[in-house]
Structures are given as structure tokens and as C-alpha cells.
T-cell receptor, first 113, second 112 residues
């Protein structure tokens, strides 16, 4: 799986959009970009994933650059409950990828009032 | 409701005792995983199982054992051979034909 690079920490004001970047310059053609988050003392929570098109669900939007070397997770209206560590993971797709998810250090997002 | 259940949330054991952590799922997912997380660290894979009665070692399987007798259950036993068992243990599931893993709430094991 390709390696990812994320900023160590970010701050965001409550009610504003949180934009979390991720670099994955060595991503392969069949690899998807996944985002998870982990709130303190809880299990990681799946947020969203995508291959090359932008994706949106009830939690967030994922914007992937055309060259696929980077992506941005957008939380449109951050709340205090969104304070967590956010992980960007690149993983082979096709429905055949079993085995470990490799979590890096992630980005600590702090949402403040 | 349900999804992935891990019980108990907190577990305390004396050194030298074996302990079994429970993971149950009602998602009908084929694959199940056990990870370990230490403070400030990423997740490390202990064991995983793609189908009933079959499982594979992960990166840190020494001192642990698992069984997969039923699709919905994947218990993890932490044996006395595990040198540093105190950690946060996470169970995950994955539906066959997809690549997304979903995690349970975790069990925090403390060995005294």
C-alpha cells in the first residue's frame, strides 16, 4: 500500500469547514484513498473512500486531485464532536484486499468554540 | 442495532493469567480482524480470518491465539506468553468483495 503524508495537527472553528489534506504521491492505479477517524478511546470510524472521482456522503466530502497524488477530506460544518485523529490510508481496491490497514500518525483535528 | 460488539470495555487481569476478549458481529461480514493499539501508536495487526475455520497471523501474533468457529464470532485469547499485553484491542470486520474495514468500540486490557 502507498505511503501517505498528513499534517500533524490542525485547528478549526466550530461551524466552519475543516479541510484535511493528504499526500499520496506514490499511489497506484488500483489503489483507493480511505479516510477514518478515531475519537479518543474509541475504535476507528470509517468516513469515506474514493478512487478518482470526488465523493460525498452524510459525513464528509472527499476531493481527489486529477493526478491522484493528493486528496482533501472536507467536513463542511465542523462541530466539537469532530475533534479526533483523522487518518488517510491508501489501499488496493477491487474487493480482494484483505489484511492489515496501515494507519500512519494521522492529523489531530481540534475543533474549538 | 448492534454491528460490532466488543466486551467488556475495560478488562483487568493479573500477570500470568490468560484472558479472552470477545468480538461479535451481526453484519454478516465474512472477514474479521484483531488489532492492537498502544498509546500514541498506530494499529498493529494480530490475526485475521477471511472465512470460518480459517485464520492468518498478522505482524504481532506471538503470545495470542484465535478461533473462528462461527461467522459472527472471533474471540482473541491473550496468553501469558505475551510479554506486554496491556493495550487497547480493536476488532474489525470486512464484507467479502469489498475492501472497507469497520471497527468495534475496543477493549482496554490492563495486566497488573
Amino acid at each position: 500500500d502507498a505511503k501517505t503524508t498528513q499534517p500533524t495537527s490542525m485547528d478549526c472553528a466550530e461551524g466552519r469547514a475543516a479541510n484535511l489534506p493528504c499526500n499520496h504521491s506514490t499511489i497506484s492505479g488500483n489503489e483507493y484513498v480511505y479516510w477514518y477517524r478515531q475519537i479518543h478511546s474509541q475504535g476507528p470510524q470509517y468516513i469515506i473512500h474514493g478512487l478518482k472521482n470526488n465523493e460525498t456522503n452524510e459525513m464528509a466530502s472527499l476531493i481527489i486531485t486529477e493526478d491522484r497524488k493528493s486528496s482533501t477530506l472536507i467536513l463542511p460544518h465542523a462541530t466539537l464532536r469532530d475533534t479526533a485523529v483523522y487518518y488517510c490510508i491508501v489501499r488496493a481496491g477491487g474487493g480482494t484486499s484483505y489484511g492489515k490497514l496501515t494507519f500512519g500518525q494521522g492529523t489531530i483535528l481540534t475543533v474549538h468554540p | 442495532d448492534g454491528g460490532i460488539t466488543q466486551s467488556p470495555k475495560y478488562l483487568f487481569r493479573k500477570e500470568g493469567q490468560n484472558v479472552t476478549l470477545s468480538c461479535e458481529q451481526n453484519l454478516n461480514h465474512d472477514a474479521m480482524y484483531w488489532y492492537r493499539q498502544d498509546p500514541g501508536q498506530g494499529l498493529r495487526l494480530i490475526y485475521y480470518s477471511q472465512i470460518v475455520n480459517d485464520f492468518q497471523k498478522g505482524d504481532i501474533a506471538e503470545g495470542y491465539s484465535v478461533s473462528r468457529e462461527k461467522k459472527e464470532s472471533f474471540p482473541l485469547t491473550v496468553t501469558s506468553a505475551q510479554k506486554n499485553p496491556t493495550a487497547f484491542y480493536l476488532c474489525a470486520t470486512q464484507q467479502g468483495g469489498t475492501d472497507t474495514q469497520y471497527f468495534g468500540p475496543g477493549t482496554r486490557l490492563t495486566v497488573l
